[in-house]
């Protein structure tokens, strides 16, 4: 009887925490498996733990170079896609023009459709153009993708935002350009680094669309799935598990900072 | 910005053959008044009138189509709004959500590059008793806390007009009062030009001194509160501030100071002082607290006039005790009867006479 009630309070909990538990169980398993020494070429396959693969995370040169690259292509993407994307948030949000409804339908279409279908398509047309694929190409590509993600994103801040925040500061001294300096963007800003953060993850780990316009060139995830058919260096656990904490602390960080200043 | 001269008396605020239209509409009609330095002048209108479109123009949010806004001899008309010594305090108080209360406070001298800043938020945030509420966020506050924080940061520039749109109206009406109580005294003790936009007549009667009444883009009558509601200019104004009982009758000369109205078969006087018109087709109004119930035509009091007819309705108010009279010819009378204890109340269903003193009615044109 006792324990009926108390599964009926609690079930909810019980199971969220169930599902919390179901979701967080691969990283468990790649941060378990990066001190792993694995006893075949198998790195699941557990041998006996050790430290090393954190203390040589280059031991495969290749490995890193496809990470720094991705990190490269990513950094570049989501500069790009967020500059591109916020000024278009912003001119669709406040400004009416020909062509502005379209624009809107337009900027959907990339999430919309397939990646598989992306892909072809933007390599048939690097095809038809005459340019080699690569590093530039794969950049291109993510930019496209990433902008409509940032425009989104943005727009729905932007579009939450009172006007009458604008014009309480016009009304208080501050010209265009301290108004959108002090009230504008820092209240924007937080869909603007949202923006950022998801550009960066999407580019970081896309596959399908990067494999269609890299040519030549192999990026992280490209390599581990290169990998896997061999069988995959313990060391992509230790990137996987290292990338992980950065974004937790990433996470840690903004939610310190929403902290009221004087 | 510094040299805007702030501690000159700007002299008076005058709007001058103001318009501003939105496609065919027109929100303001041609409107000029004059608004005298360090008083406390209130917009009053129903929404929709033109009244935050015309505070908006002064403010400089809002671009006039046509005419002048000027500020003692200064033509302001073309300034953009961060350069105008005018500050508003906002309908829903527009606080910086991403910034402290004291930084509310201290965006505008900031701006202006007026350094130190402590001294001046610390005595305007206990000018408006927050005291101690610098560190918070806005969404901390009540929305009473707000609106003095919106007033605190407007104030602390020391505008030469302060614009308020209807800040009271969010608040509820026991704070609505204190906050009315605390305007005024705000005002007096900095003597700044205050307009202030509101929908709530009593609120403009009771706080400012010089309202105008607007409808449809213009200003239908303006005045000092007591004089506005005595003697109304148009039938509008009869009604929109208080009630007013009209009567439509025909206005026929004067006759020994007075104006004489034939309405419904019967006649009435008005002095001539009291009088919009003297001929032609007007409305006879009685305030409904200047008129008296009485039994029957008989009792009526030496010099006044009246009007019989039946009581159809009788609502307690608390002060006062409110009896709907209709009249032979099918129209309502509104009176206020006082519930001071000396008189009886009156049975719904028995015939009575509302009457009153001549020098109590008032007279419009028809056609007004």
Known sequence: MRLSRWLADRWLMIVALLVLGYLALPVLVVAALSFNRPSSRLSYDFGEFTVDNWRQPCATSEMCDAMLRSVQIGFLATVVATVLGTLMAFALVRHRFRGRSGINVLVFLPMATPEVVLGTSLLALFVAAGVPQGFWTIVVAHVMFCVSFVVVTVKARLAGMDRRLEEAAMDLYANEWQTFRRVTLPLVLPGIVAAALLSFSLSFDDFIVTNFTAGTTVTFPMYVWGAAQRGIPPQVNVIGTAMFVVALLLVGISSLGRRPTR | ?368
Not at chain 2, 106 to 116: E, K, N, S, V
Request: proline fraction near 5%.
């Open chain 2, 1 to 368: 910005m510094t040299g805007m001269a702030r501690e000159t008396p700007a002299g008076d605020l005058r709007l001058a053959n103001l318009t501003r239209r939105f496609g065919a509409l027109s929100a303001v009609d041609d409107l000029s008044l004059t608004v005298g330095q360090g008083s406390f002048f209130a917009l009053l209108g129903a929404s929709g009138c033109g009244k935050t479109t015309t505070l908006r123009m002064i403010a400089g949010l809002e671009e006039p189509t046509s005419g002048r806004v000027l500020l003692g001899d200064r033509d302001i008309t073309a300034l953009r709004p961060y350069r105008r010594p005018v500050n508003t305090v906002f309908q829903s108080y527009a606080l910086f959500p991403h910034l402290s209360v004291f930084e509310n406070v201290a965006f505008g001298l900031r701006r202006r590059g007026i350094r130190p800043v402590d001294g001046e938020v610390t005595r305007m945030l206990s000018l408006v008793q927050l005291d101690g509420y610098g560190s918070r966020r806005p969404a901390q506050l009540s929305g009473g806390e707000q609106q003095r924080v919106a007033l605190a940061r407007a104030l602390v520039n020391r505008p030469q007009v302060l614009l308020l749109d209807e800040p009271l109206g969010a608040l509820d009406l026991t704070l609505r009062r204190r906050m009315q109580v605390e305007l005024k005294r705000i005002q007096t003790e900095v003597g700044v030009t205050f307009v202030h936009v509101t929908h709530d007549q009593e609120e403009a009667i009771t706080m400012a001194d010089t309202v105008a009444v607007m409808n449809a883009g213009r200003i239908e009558q303006q005045g000092a509160p007591a004089d506005i509601y005595e003697f109304p200019a148009t039938a509008f104004v009869a009604n929109f501030l208080g009630q007013s009982n009209l009567l439509a009758g025909e206005a026929a000369g004067v006759s020994g100071g007075d104006v004489v109205v034939t309405a419904q078969g019967a006649r009435f006087s008005v002095p001539v002082g009291r009088a919009r018109a003297e001929r032609g087709p007007v409305q006879l109004g009685v305030r409904p607290e200047k008129l008296r119930l009485v039994g029957s035509a008989d009792q009526v009091p030496q010099g006044h006039q009246h009007v019989t007819g039946v009581v159809t309705d009788a609502s307690y108010l608390g002060v006062s005790t409110q009896y709907l009279l209709r009249t032979g010819w099918g129209a309502e009378l509104s009176v206020f009867v006082a519930n001071s204890g000396t008189s009886t109340p009156v049975p719904v269903g028995s015939t009575a006479a509302a009457c009153w003193d001549p020098r109590h009615a008032f007279l419009l044109s028809a056609s007004s």
